[in-house]
């Protein structure tokens, strides 16, 4: 996957002019396992490799929104989680409603959780029988780009242009249940960006 993935990263980035990263689960952690930097460089120094707290992160939120809700109360209880800046969501009745809240808008944010200065977005990325294979996001320094205003709506904007170019992604929303027709468009993102 890393190596499908890199071309759509690199035309990510050069898009929008921020870094893209491609994020695996590996136990509690997100595991970078492609990426592309932008010529503006953040103060996080993500690599290949890198890991980040799933708690905290938003590759993170959107990787434990693809468990059932109990399986993800589950593993946010027994994972360890601390307020790594003011803004870290860590207790686990915090982190949970998050990750339902991912899972039912299809994407998710970090705004200022893991670093100070660093906001981020990710969308789930699906294989073809619509199971969640990993997560794409970008990240922005915060002084250029507010959730509200910038961050959000794009997010939305992906999600309904996965939809409305991917008629497939449709008949995924109609045939998988449990999984909001946000989510389930997440497969067809990366293709959309890269086009």
């Known amino acids: 996957m890393p190596q499908l993935a890199q071309p759509l990263l690199v035309a990510l980035s050069e898009r929008t002019r921020e870094s893209a990263s491609l994020g695996m689960l590996l136990g509690d952690d997100v595991v970078i396992v492609a990426r592309a930097i932008a ?3 953040l103060s996080t120094g993500l690599a290949i490799g890198s890991r980040l707290p799933s708690y905290c992160s938003a590759l993170g939120g959107v990787l434990l929104a693809a468990f059932e809700p ?3 109360r589950r593993r946010v209880d027994q994972m360890q989680r601390a307020a790594l800046t003011p803004r870290t969501l860590w207790r686990s009745n915090d982190v949970v409603a998050e990750v ?3 899972r039912e808008q299809g994407w998710s944010e970090s705004d200022e959780e893991l670093e100070l ?3 981020s977005m990710a969308i789930p990325v699906f294989d073809r ?3 969640t294979v990993g997560a794409m996001s970008i990240a922005v320094q915060a002084d250029r780009m507010t959730m509200a205003d910038s961050v959000r709506p794009c997010c939305r ?15 995924i929303v109609r045939t998988r249940a449990g999984r909001s ?3 389930a468009a997440g497969i067809s993102v990366l293709r959309c960006k890269a086009s």
Do not use: T
């Not at 904007?157 to 008949?171: D, E, G, K, N």
């Open 100 to 102: 339902a809240r991912c």
């Open 181 to 183: 027709g946000a989510a």
């Open 129 to 131: 029988a619509g199971d």
């Open 70 to 72: 109990l399986e993800a």
């Open 39 to 41: 010529r503006r460089s």
């Open 157 to 171: 904007r992906c999600v309904v242009r996965a939809m409305r170019w991917r008629p497939a992604c449709r008949r």
């Open 117 to 119: 200065g660093v906001r």
